[in-house]
């Protein structure tokens, strides 16, 4: 059975940093897609970092380059994102999404690809951006 269970989530300033965490379980890490969606207060969730299937490369959408950076350890089982310099639109709920053999190498308008693309999400984790 596939889990993913995100923390590490809460407050943090304008400029600060905080990492959130994705423990998985049930499926093999290295044959499959993981993916960072955010879900801002009244709006769609969108994909922001991603690690692709296949050749393990790594995706990040225009908004966050340079301030997001994914990674992932196959010994621990854990997807990781850390957030530097986050900004007050980085506020929202971030959760974590699996999908056995998703190549993202090809994906153009979305470089992590869509909500549809991936089956299996974890419960989420708030993240608030303020002074």
């Given at each position: ?13 304008p ?12 499926f093999?890490?290295?044959y499959s ?11 769609e ?6 690690i ?6 790594a995706y ?5 380059k ?8 196959t ?8 957030i530097?310099t986050?900004?007050?639109?980085d506020t929202?709920i ?26 299996s ?9 303020s002074?």
């Open positions: 059975q596939v889990q993913l269970v995100e923390s590490g989530g809460g407050l943090v300033q400029g600060g940093s905080l990492r959130l965490s994705c423990a998985a379980s049930g093999r890490l290295g897609a993981i993916a960072w969606f955010h879900e801002a207060p009244g709006k969730r969108e994909g922001v970092s991603c692709s299937s296949g050749d393990g490369s990040y959408a225009d908004s966050v340079g301030r997001f950076t994914i990674s992932r350890d010994t621990k089982r854990t997807v990781y994102l850390q530097d986050p900004k007050p639109e929202g971030y959760y974590c999404a699996a999908q056995r053999g998703l190549d993202l190498r090809f994906q153009v308008i979305a470089p992590c690809g869509r909500v549809w693309d991936y089956d999400w974890g419960q989420g984790t708030q993240v608030t951006v002074s």
